[in-house]
Nanobody, 129 residues
């Protein structure tokens, strides 16, 4: 079993930056078996949406709304996932979740929340305009 714990959320003014972290706990074997890890977000009254995905080979996928502003990365030695968020906008305000799955998802499903098995509890990001 894999447990995911997010941190790094907070309040920031528009144009500012935040770095989210996600630590994965469990057996080392379990972590390396995770083919892809991702960040999702959910604002009040809205559906959970995919933000960024990173595969075990390091390849990445981003939602159009964050391309050029957000960067996803991972540190296998530390069993950790990161999301560097720059040029934050008011509309980036949401609860951010770390997610992971062992399967290799096709490109058109990588940002689909229903495809992911493991989830963290979330960390709140609030951007003031």
């Amino acid at each position: 079993q894999v447990r995911l714990v997010e941190s790094g959320g907070g309040s920031v003014q528009s144009g500012g930056s935040l770095r989210l972290s996600c630590a994965a706990f469990g057996y080392t074997y379990s972590f390396y078996s995770l083919y892809q890890m991702a960040w999702f977000r959910q604002a009040p009254g809205k559906e959970r949406e995919g933000v960024a995905v990173i595969n075990r080979d390091g390849s990445t996928t981003y939602a159009d709304s964050v391309k050029g502003r957000f960067t996803i990365s991972q540190d296998n030695a530390r069993n950790s996932l990161y999301l560097q968020m720059n040029s934050l906008k008011f509309e980036d305000t949401a609860m951010y979740y770390c997610a992971a799955d062992r399967r290799a998802l096709p490109l058109h499903r990588k940002l689909a929340a229903t495809e992911y098995t493991y989830w963290g509890q979330g960390t709140q990001v609030t951007v003031s305009s």
